[in-house]
């Protein structure tokens, strides 16, 4: 197949590379704030399901372009002929050495690239980049330029001006910044300037556009997962006393700690970061313990929200009832239900990790089993810590190699659902911690982390 293929060019150390890298989605590229970090032009595919929809070359940075263009014969040489003195320089092996990374560069185009044009929107232009567009004009190839607010976008305004002097398109684009839409907006600009490649341009927007969804759905799946093994998780524990209940203790919140852990890691995956720290260390996370109890009052719900959620739960439970009886009940199981299950959360929140225990006889020696984690506000803490890592993966790209930070959302992220939306997640946990949810059950938890997921994006996009 004949993939589109764009060479992103530009001077040292404008974030070419970046550039490459976000739009590839590949976190190996090599980034340096150290000119000359491209040596030469290597092409990177932009796969999707392992197939390649578009090729880009990332290059070296011009270094030499006014003494090439001088060379070449500068503006006394006619326009007819310009196109052929590029080939022709790239034919001479002796001035391919005197020039190599213009050399490295211009190949591409030639050989059927279109071109892409960085610049760096914090610094001023100056005259050293006339020769730069000048050759890249006489190439005849489709071009783009792209402005890259590295640091600012103080001299945007003037890029903009002097490259729509001698580009067909011109975007602002920062590589570390730019959401999906955005960099569907730079393939969608591309597919106009290249009538040739305008089909496989939009097919490939149509497939990176199913291929998010199919991401975030496969993010919502793990932290279905996770629920549904974390609320119900249990380890037992041969040994005498205290000492054996210490040690069950510790095994359990661990191996729940090592869960969320790996649930974070195959989101990260599921977006094609296979490098990105996660670790509690590495995380810029508010009261990094799972179970700190400073944790549970950040990431969970407050005392008094878990006991009206736990009202709303228990009103929803009863008012099933109501229904199932055809309404003879005067809605007693309601009011019952609500009062119940209010009074438990209250209760229950005075401890902060309520455990189920067991203990069982084997000969000699006792078998304690410890857990589930009984606390009604567990499964708020799993949740929101994992939508919160998913949202900083998902705004992420792959150009970024700075640590993670992670939005300060936690408090505000319950206060989006309703008290009834509360609920109901409340006795959906309850659920779990009794027993897990057959595959069906948790296909359409999945699901509805997925809207949550969405929801809580959107309100903050």
Same mark, same amino acid.
Not at 18 to 23: D, H, K, N, R, Y
Not at 109 to 130: K, N, S, T, W
Not at 242 to 268: G, V
């Given at each position: 197949?004949?993939?589109?293929?764009?060479?992103?060019?530009?001077? &040292?150390?404008?974030?070419?590379?970046?550039?490459?890298?976000?739009?590839?989605?590949?976190?190996?590229?090599?980034?340096?704030?150290?000119?000359?970090?491209?040596?030469?032009?290597?092409?990177?595919?932009?796969?999707?399901?392992?197939?390649?929809?578009?090729?880009?070359?990332?290059?070296? /940075?011009?270094? %030499?372009?006014? %003494?090439?263009?001088?060379?070449?014969?500068?503006?006394?040489?006619?326009?007819?002929?310009?196109?052929?003195?590029?080939? !022709?320089?790239?034919?001479?092996?002796?001035?391919?050495?005197?020039?190599?990374?213009?050399?490295?560069?211009?190949?591409?185009?030639?050989?059927?690239?279109?071109?892409?044009?960085?610049?760096? /929107?914090?610094? &001023?232009?100056?005259?050293?980049?006339?020769?730069?567009?000048?050759?890249?004009?006489?190439?005849?190839?489709?071009?783009?330029?792209?402005?890259?607010?590295?640091?600012?976008?103080?001299?945007?305004?003037?890029? *903009?001006?002097?490259?729509?002097?001698?580009?067909?398109?011109?975007?602002?684009?920062?590589?570390?910044?730019?959401?999906?839409?955005?960099?569907?907006?730079?393939?969608?600009?591309?597919?106009?300037?290249?009538?040739?490649?305008?089909?496989?341009?939009?097919?490939?927007?149509?497939?990176?556009?199913?291929?998010?969804? !199919?991401?975030?759905?496969?993010?919502?799946?793990?932290?279905?997962?996770?629920?549904?093994?974390?609320?119900?998780?249990?380890?037992?524990?041969?040994?005498?006393?205290?000492?054996?209940?210490?040690?069950?203790?510790?095994?359990?919140?661990?191996?729940?700690?090592?869960?969320?852990?790996?649930?974070?890691?195959?989101?990260?995956?599921?977006?094609?970061?296979?490098?990105?720290?996660?670790?509690?260390?590495?995380? !810029?996370?508010?009261?990094?313990?799972?179970?700190?109890?400073?944790?549970? *009052?950040?990431?969970?719900?407050?005392?008094?929200?878990?006991?009206?959620?736990?009202?709303?739960?228990?009103?929803?439970?009863?008012?099933?009832?109501?229904?199932?009886?055809?309404?003879?009940?005067?809605?007693?199981?309601?009011?019952? /239900?609500?009062?119940?299950?209010?009074?438990?959360?209250?209760?229950?929140?005075?401890?902060?990790?309520?455990?189920?225990?067991?203990?069982?006889?084997?000969?000699?020696?006792?078998?304690?089993?410890?857990?589930?984690?009984?606390?009604?506000?567990?499964?708020?803490?799993?949740?929101?810590?994992?939508?919160?890592?998913?949202?900083?993966?998902?705004?992420?790209?792959?150009?970024?190699?700075?640590?993670?930070?992670?939005?300060?959302?936690?408090? *505000?992220?319950?206060?989006?659902?309703?008290?009834?939306?509360? /609920?109901?997640?409340?006795?959906?946990?309850?659920?779990?911690?009794?027993?897990?949810?057959?595959?069906? *059950?948790?296909?359409?938890?999945?699901?509805?982390?997925?809207?949550?997921?969405?929801?809580? %994006?959107?309100?903050?996009?």
């Amino acid at each position: 197949m004949n993939l589109p293929k764009l060479a992103i060019v530009g001077h &040292p150390n404008r974030g070419k590379s970046s550039l490459v890298a976000t739009l590839t989605e590949d976190e190996r590229i090599a980034i340096s704030p150290v000119s000359g970090t491209t040596e030469v032009a290597e092409p990177f595919n932009l796969s999707v399901a392992d197939t390649p929809y578009l090729t880009l070359v990332d290059t070296p /940075g011009f270094q %030499r372009a006014r %003494r090439l263009l001088e060379m070449l014969g500068g503006d006394e040489l006619p326009l007819d002929q310009r196109p052929n003195a590029i080939q !022709s320089f790239l034919a001479d092996i002796n001035l391919c050495q005197q020039f190599p990374d213009e050399a490295a560069l211009l190949a591409p185009i030639v050989d059927g690239a279109g071109i892409l044009y960085v610049v760096d /929107g914090g610094r &001023p232009y100056e005259e050293v980049y006339a020769p730069e567009m000048e050759l890249l004009r006489w190439t005849s190839a489709p071009r783009m330029a792209v402005i890259n607010p590295i640091g600012s976008d103080r001299h945007v305004a003037q890029w *903009q001006q002097v490259l729509n002097q001698q580009f067909q398109v011109v975007r602002v684009f920062n590589p570390l910044a730019s959401g999906f839409n955005t960099r569907m907006q730079l393939f969608n600009a591309f597919s106009i300037l290249a009538p040739q490649w305008q089909h496989q341009l939009q097919d490939l927007q149509a497939v990176l556009a199913a291929a998010r969804q !199919s991401r975030a759905l496969e993010a919502a799946g793990w932290i279905a997962r996770l629920l549904n093994q974390s609320l119900s998780f249990k380890v037992s524990v041969i040994g005498q006393g205290d000492l054996a209940r210490t040690a069950a203790e510790k095994r359990l919140l661990s191996q729940l700690a090592q869960q969320e852990q790996a649930c974070w890691h195959n989101i990260a995956s599921a977006y094609r970061f296979s490098e990105l720290d996660l670790s509690i260390d590495q995380l !810029s996370l508010p009261e990094d313990d799972l179970f700190n109890q400073q944790a549970w *009052q950040l990431w969970g719900l407050s005392r008094k929200q878990l006991w009206l959620a736990a009202g709303a739960s228990g009103a929803l439970a009863g008012g099933a009832l109501d229904l199932a009886v055809g309404g003879t009940s005067l809605l007693m199981g309601t009011v019952t /239900g609500a009062g119940v299950a209010s009074a438990g959360a209250f209760w229950a929140d005075r401890k902060l990790a309520k455990l189920g225990w067991a203990k069982q006889l084997l000969g000699s020696k006792e078998s304690w089993q410890c857990g589930p984690v009984k606390h009604a506000n567990f499964g708020f803490v799993l949740l929101a810590r994992a939508l919160v890592v998913w949202l900083a993966v998902d705004q992420r790209t792959h150009a970024q190699r700075d640590r993670i930070v992670l939005q300060d959302m936690q408090s *505000q992220l319950w206060q989006k659902l309703s008290l009834k939306e509360q /609920g109901q997640w409340l006795r959906l946990f309850a659920k779990m911690q009794q027993a897990p949810l057959a595959d069906k *059950q948790q296909a359409e938890l999945a699901e509805q982390i997925l809207a949550l997921f969405e929801k809580v %994006r959107s309100e903050l996009s």
